[in-house]
């Protein structure tokens, strides 16, 4: 009796959100293949239904506050102007490419572009669509999966415009290409957006990508963001990925990252999460070759009530490949946390080498952390290890500042700047790891600037 | 300088300090020496203010004023300086950052102002040279991976440049091959002037032949059950400290 009083008004939020969804879709103009394509989403979506506590990947999400707000899109008339001093304390410096979205709308007089090598596609998905048609619609057809993911599936089928990114044979770009979603909520009403970035290195091609969601505050109402990221490494690519969320903080935000593998294909991704309520970063990758590498590796900051999901999947299809992941968390306050990753090795996945370990940092005994590392291992001749720690500041450490002279919180910080510090200098770029240190002391309420 | 009075302490409820008395003037260098066990370490951990150490009854005077309600911090401005017997390691803070951290706050309790990167910066190559240290270890991380030898020598370096006016060396000698004893032997040398003084905590005469103390103290169970002079040491290498304790439980 209890469990139907409960499960009943989900239902109806249920409803609700997918009649708001039909109303919401049917707003824009798209060509024949886009509007089928978003239709099948749609129709995936419809099947696959929301997620629901029972499944295992969403089991500890209340997705409520997000079922129970009224989202309507973005409107274009009412983007906030912006300028390059706005942007400014957001923008990697070392970045010869940039793109800037306000509110999902490409805001070309905020983006960036110098020369890029000859065959280089590199533009929002409507220049995209006008120079490169035919490769934007064979890469999106393809990329887009027929996954059990229902919020990417609702990506797919509502996403306005977007970025693509394809890099052709044996091409390195040097300098980072970085991606800005700004969101200013500077309407009554809550607001959702769906950005979307499509990422083809060709065989031989080199990249280093930044992907930046950031949420102008104050926010005068909450907004959700449902983001998906598709990479597609051929052959022998490689790629550097560093995606921060910094939304604001009555901000929900559902991410998806999803990683493709050729033959001798590299990947090095940094998840960085420092802002909203309530977040959650799912990267999957998937090994579809022999030899290909990935390192993984995360850091959340969260204060006050904020929660973060961080789902991961590293599915070791092929033999002789590798995966490294270390996420790391720093928890004040009520902040609640979430690591959950799998490492699976197929059957014929031999000398597959995949390490996992996920590390909480506690500054407050209200704080909530839950950690499941899972290896799924099906081959037997793999090295594979996964592990979790979750702890405190260590009294020897903070005796040994102490002795020193340093004051207390002068050496809280330092070492919880230190715990962040392992996965920060991963980022490859100088710029964006000072704003980070800034951020992470931001995001601490804490004014040491060491 | 120093002066400790009838100093009785404890950790977890077990009593390791039983009545020590020790008085330390500048420009004086003590040695206190004594068996595994018989408390040096906690007596130099007990006067820095560390943590797990509580003090049950006698008193500690640093320039005249009792430190036991000052934490370790306050200690430290006041300069009181630990070279630790096993270095701390800090993955991701980085060396350089912290010891102008650490100079910075010293500064700034003396009213001075603070030096920025590239000022400390010449301040932390001179010193450098002071203890023979390959400048490569200070952008690393702070002792993570560094060897016993450079771990010690990482002491001396914060010894160097934060310039305490007492210094309380626990076993900066254990673990070192016999060139890097010189040198980090070397280091203290060059920071003793007569302003300052020193405890050296050791079990071992050998850091003694590069380093001359004035006084040692011979430590068993909690008390000093002999002091003397240098030669005393060369005695304790000679005989081993059996000789002394029975002497002392005779005497009792």
């Not at chain 1, 929002?124 to 990329?143: E, K, M, N, Y």
């Not at chain 1, 979307?196 to 907004?223: D, F, M, Q, W």
């Not at chain 2, 952008?139 to 001396?156: A, H, L, Q, Y």
Request: hydrophobic residues 40%; aromatic residues 8%; charged residues 20%.
């Amino acid at each position: 009796m209890a469990i139907q009083m409960q499960s009943k008004p989900t239902v109806i939020q249920e409803e609700a959100f997918r009649n708001h969804l039909s109303r919401l879709q049917s707003c824009e103009q798209y060509p024949a293949w886009l509007t089928s394509l978003k239709q099948e989403a749609l129709n995936r979506f419809e099947a696959l239904g929301l997620p629901s506590r029972r499944q295992e990947a969403w089991r500890s999400i209340d997705l409520a506050p997000i079922l129970n707000a009224q989202f309507r899109p973005f409107d274009e008339k009412q983007r906030p102007h912006l300028s390059q001093a706005d942007i400014a304390p957001y923008v990697c410096q070392e970045a010869t490419n940039r793109l800037v979205f306000v509110n999902g709308f490409y805001d070309a007089d905020l983006s960036t572009f110098t020369s890029l090598l000859a065959g280089c596609v590199v533009g929002d998905f409507q220049s995209a669509s006008r120079t490169h048609g035919d490769l934007l619609q064979s890469t999106l057809s393809s990329l887009v999966t027929e996954g059990d993911d229902a919020f990417e599936s609702l990506n797919t089928a509502l996403f306005g415009n977007g970025v693509f990114i394809s890099i052709p044979e044996n091409t390195v770009i040097e300098a980072p290409i970085e991606i800005l979603f700004l969101t200013a909520a500077n309407q009554d009403v809550p607001q959702f957006g769906y950005p979307r970035v499509l990422v083809t290195l060709n065989p031989h091609a080199k990249l280093n990508l930044i992907t930046r969601s950031v949420g102008l505050e104050p926010a005068k109402s909450s907004y959700f963001n449902n983001m998906v990221v598709d990479l597609n490494l051929l052959e022998g690519a490689s790629l550097q990925y560093t995606y921060i969320q910094s939304e604001a903080s009555n901000a929900y935000q559902l991410a998806k990252t999803n990683l493709l593998l050729h033959e001798k294909s590299q990947a090095d991704l940094t998840s960085i999460t420092l802002g909203g309520q309530l977040s959650r970063h799912a990267v999957a990758v998937k090994f579809l070759a022999e030899h290909g590498t990935c390192q993984l590796q995360g850091l959340s900051v969260l204060n006050d009530e904020t929660q973060v999901f961080d789902y991961t999947v590293m599915d070791h299809l092929k033999p002789n490949c590798t995966s490294q992941q270390l996420y790391k968390g720093i928890l004040a306050a009520q902040a609640r946390s979430e690591f959950d990753g799998t490492i699976i090795i197929h059957q014929n996945a031999q000398q597959s080498d995949a390490s996992q370990l996920n590390r909480t940092l506690m500054l407050s005994d209200d704080a909530r952390v839950l950690t499941r590392p899972q290896l799924k291992i099906d081959a037997d001749d793999v090295k594979c290890s996964h592990g979790a720690t979750v702890g405190q500041l260590e009294e020897e450490q903070l005796f040994y500042l102490a002795s020193r002279g340093l004051s207390a919180q002068t050496a809280q910080s330092v070492l919880t700047y230190g715990f962040a510090e392992e996965v920060i200098e991963k980022i490859p770029s100088v710029s964006v790891q000072n704003q980070l240190i800034q951020q992470v002391h931001k995001a601490l309420h804490d004014d040491y600037n060491g | 300088m120093l002066e400790i009075r009838d100093l009785h302490a404890c950790r977890d409820e077990k009593e390791i300090l039983k009545g020590i008395n020790l008085s330390v003037k500048s420009g004086e260098i003590h040695a206190i020496m004594g068996p595994n066990g018989s408390g040096k370490s906690t007596l130099a951990k007990v006067v820095v203010g560390h943590p797990a150490y509580t003090v049950t009854s006698g008193d500690i005077l640093y320039q005249g004023k009792s430190i036991l309600e000052e934490n370790p911090e306050q200690r430290a401005l006041d300069g009181i300086f630990m070279a630790f017997q096993y270095p701390v390691e800090i993955p991701g803070v980085n060396n350089a950052n912290f010891l102008r951290l650490a100079y910075n706050a010293k500064r700034t309790f003396q009213g001075q102002e603070e030096l920025d990167p590239l000022e400390f910066d010449d301040l932390l190559q001179e010193k450098l040279k002071l203890v023979e240290m390959d400048p490569s270890f200070i952008n690393r991380s702070v002792n993570e991976g560094f060897s016993g030898g450079e771990k010690k020598k990482n002491e001396i370096l914060q010894m160097a440049i934060l310039e305490p006016q007492l210094s309380i060396l626990d076993e900066t000698d254990s673990g070192l091959d016999i060139d890097a004893l010189r040198e980090v032997a070397n280091g203290v040398n060059k920071l003793m002037q007569p302003d300052r003084a020193m405890i050296l905590v050791t079990h071992y005469q050998r850091l003694l032949n590069y380093v001359q103390p004035d006084f040692v103290h011979v430590l068993s169970a909690g008390r000093i059950v002999k002091s003397g002079g240098k030669d005393l040491a060369l005695e304790l290498e000679d005989r081993g400290y059996d000789w002394v304790i029975d002497q002392q439980t005779a005497e009792v």
